[in-house]
């Protein structure tokens, strides 16, 4: 079964750990890969995931910071070449199944490195980067986040991003973006578009899940949804295994089986010590807070991700769980990865 995770992350997180923590709660200072992130990765059996590279949020230069992380995972590719192969296309997802390896898609999950030049996408897809997600929470310059309140949707320099992301054959991602910013660009954009990390609005009414009406207009222009792994999908921010396959199957009664996937927000390697990790987590949501980076629906006491859904076994999970619901093999196969490998052959070729 090819599995595809539209937007993770492919380290150890328990490196992080034992290392000084950052002033920026979203910073990407270096990769925590080790032996055992791709021995858990492989054991998962995962095929492909999309992983956060560039600028997020934070003091550094946007577009500097987002050339030096293209360049860092670079370098990460070029020391596990055996492991890993950067997705460029939709049959790389294909060939690194074929060969044993983990795919490495490049994804962004802010726009503001575009500064006030949309040619800037032609830069960054020649350096590999699959995928851009507008805006992050906060408001940027090409449309609102999901946390501002005013909801005004896509700029007009928004749309011209968007087109140049169609013209480059970039996913134009949605994740993380105000409802207003959401709907304007599956209207204006040429190409389908995706929300790779989200949950559903209707089940659990939180600014980071979309609306059903976000969910079919993108999935009625032949676009792609993932289903986030997330505390936004339980409103006391405590989701189960069962809220996953919940907003699962709510996606797939609203958009159909042909568009829905996941995107678990997470590693496969788990945390080992939730004791140690909770101060982590305490300061980086304060710091999250303060920057204005964060979400309702996170808080010291959530964790992000889903407590019995994590480590090598999470997919198989979420595979036996969707059985249990009544789906069949065949519409398994698509949640799990099909799906996002037809949305990328439209998109990538």
Known sequence: MIIVNALGGLENPNLALVKPQSDNPVAMDDVDMDGRAIADARASGLTAVNVTLGYVGGPEEPYEESIRTIAMWDDVLRAYPNDLLRVEKASDIQCAKSENKIGIIYGFQNATMMGNDASRVATFAGLGVRVIQLTYNPRNQLGDGSMVKENKGLTEFGREVVAQLNEHRVMVDLSHSGQNTCLDAARVSKAPISINHTGCRALVDLPRNKTDEELKLVAGRGGFVGIYFMPYLKINGHPHAEDVVA????AVNVCGEDAIGFGTDGSVTPIDDLNQYQSFLTKQIEDRAKTGLGATGERPDTYPFVIDL????????LESLLKAKGYSEARIEKIMGRNFL???KEIWG
């Open 342 to 344: 037809r949305y990328a």
């Open 247 to 250: 907003h699962i199957d709510h």
């Open 310 to 317: 994590r480590g090598v076994d999470q997919f198989r999970k």
